[in-house]
């Protein structure tokens, strides 16, 4: 089915260990972000992309890094895991035709300890 | 700055009863408008937008929604609630794609 797909869906860290969350979209959007989801705070923006080559920061990009070689993905780095980024992450894209409709995949679940 | 409330963090209705999620928003415009259904384990599903014209915005799954400029709201109603509606629903306001707020989310519980 076309849509966004998130990998892995859970995983547990070690304070200090790096990760890659990886999502890729398959309707050839050209915008894709990463947010995170935290009780009682709604989801909050991480970092953008309007195109391959091209991000920039969203609320709250401190910790983490992006790129896009590929219209189709949008890795999330994690540099040194901190308890604070113990959170639910969801990848979005939409087409710029879609004037913000969202795609959303399925979410993975950190834990850092 | 920009923000968005929903002032219920959790509602409870009963099946085939009516419901109405309230949404309220600050910003320098009117922005653009969006509510999304999350159901457990998963990702958010757009349920309907706002963009300009017709203020009473249809959806999918049977939901609607009113923007209304004076009050700053964008409430999403459904005439009769079923079980299967049982999620968490978000409000969205904004822009930009960098400029999107989401609401903290109501959780909506649905008696038998």
């Known amino acids: 089915n076309a849509g966004v797909t998130q990998t892995p869906k859970f995983q547990v860290l070690k304070t200090g260990q790096s990760m890659t969350l990886q999502c890729a979209q398959d309707m050839n959007h050209e915008y894709m972000s990463w947010y995170r989801q935290d009780p009682g705070m709604g989801l909050r923006l991480i970092h953008y992309s309007v195109g391959a080559g091209i991000t920039d920061q969203g609320e709250v990009p401190n910790g983490y890094n992006v790129s896009r070689s590929t219209t189709e993905d949008f890795p999330l780095r994690l540099l040194s895991a901190a308890p604070s980024q113990t959170s639910v992450y969801f990848c979005?894209?939409?087409?710029?035709?879609?004037?913000?409709?969202?795609?959303f995949g399925s979410g993975t679940r950190l834990t850092v300890v | 700055a920009q923000s968005v409330t929903q002032p219920d963090i959790h509602i409870t209705v009963s099946e085939g009863a009516s419901l109405e999620l309230r949404c309220n928003y600050s910003y320098g415009a009117t922005p653009y408008l969006f509510w999304y259904v999350q159901s457990p384990g998963q990702g958010l599903q757009l349920l309907l937008k706002y963009f300009s014209g017709d203020t009473l915005v249809q959806g999918i799954k049977g939901f609607e929604a009113e923007f209304k400029r004076s009050q700053s709201s964008f409430n999403l109603r459904k005439p009769s609630v079923h079980w299967s509606d049982a999620a968490e629903y978000f409000c969205?306001?904004?822009?930009?794609?960098?400029?999107?707020?989401f609401g903290a989310g109501t959780r909506l519980t649905v008696k038998p």
């Open positions: 979005a894209s939409s087409s710029l035709w879609d004037t913000y409709g969202y795609t």
């Open positions: 969205a306001v904004g822009a930009g794609y960098n400029d999107m707020r």
